[in-house]
Structure formats: C-alpha cells, structure tokens
Nanobody, 131 residues
Framework: EVQLVESGGGLVQAGGSLRLSCAASGFIFDDYAIAWFRQAPGKAREGVSCISSSDGSTYYVYSVKGRFTISRDNAKNTMYLQMNNLKPEDTAVYYC????????????????????????WGQGTQVTVSS
C-alpha cells in the first residue's frame, strides 16, 4: 500500500521557521520525483517546490525562493521542506506528492507545477502563520 505521511505543521509567528517531513512507503522512493503543494482556503492548490529523482535538481515557486528548501533522504524514504522567514500568506494545508515521470524537469523549464503530474499524495498538514 502506497503511503505518504506528512508531519511538522503547526502555528508559527511571522518570521519563524518550520520543517515539514513526509515519510513514504509502498513504492520505490528513489525513482520518484517528489514535491510539495499547498492549498489556502478558497484558493486553488499551488505547486511550491519539487526535486527530481535523478540529479536532485529543484524548482521553487517565485514566492518562496530564498526562504524554502526542499530535500530528500532516499535512505530514509523521506522528504523535507524547510520553511524560513514564514509569512502570513504561507498559511495553507501543505501536501507532499510523488511522480514517477520526473515532471519536476518540466516545472524547472516552464515555471509551472501541475498537480495532475503527481500520482501519490499525502493527507496534508496545516501550516498557520500569524502576523
């Protein structure tokens, strides 16, 4: 059974930091590009960052560049999102996702992450940033 389980969300003041984790099981983690998406109330799901399976190349949406860092530990089948200098507009439910076809390269080229490219999803973790 495929599972992606997020943890690390919570309430933090603006300027603070959080580290999200996503533990994967049930598929060959090394072979999948992985990503973080987020969805704020009343808004569409937004691609935040992704990292490819092969060379570890990354993509970040412009609004988080320089503040967020995506990483993966293939030995632990776990992915991370380090979020620094958080802003109230970062408030959302954050989802991890996995894609076997490395569409992260497409995101790097086009600046667009599509949720349709990702096969597996976690249940989401709430991040709330107070002003």
């Amino acid at each position: 059974e495929v599972q992606l389980v997020e943890s690390g969300g919570g309430l933090v003041q603006a300027g603070g930091s959080l580290r999200l984790s996503c533990a994967a099981s049930g598929f060959i983690f090394d072979d999948y590009a992985i990503a973080w998406f987020r969805q704020a109330p009343g808004k569409a799901r937004e691609g935040v960052s992704c990292i490819s399976s092969s060379d570890g190349s990354t993509y970040y949406v412009y609004s988080v560049k320089g503040r967020f860092t995506i990483s993966r530990d293939n030995a632990k089948n776990t992915m991370y999102l380090q979020m620094n200098n958080l802003k109230p507009e970062d408030t959302a439910v954050y989802y991890c996702a996995a894609d076997p076809l490395n569409y992260c390269y497409t995101a790097q080229a086009t600046g667009d992450m599509s949720s349709f490219d990702y096969d597996y999803w976690g249940q989401g973790t709430q991040v709330t940033v107070s002003s």
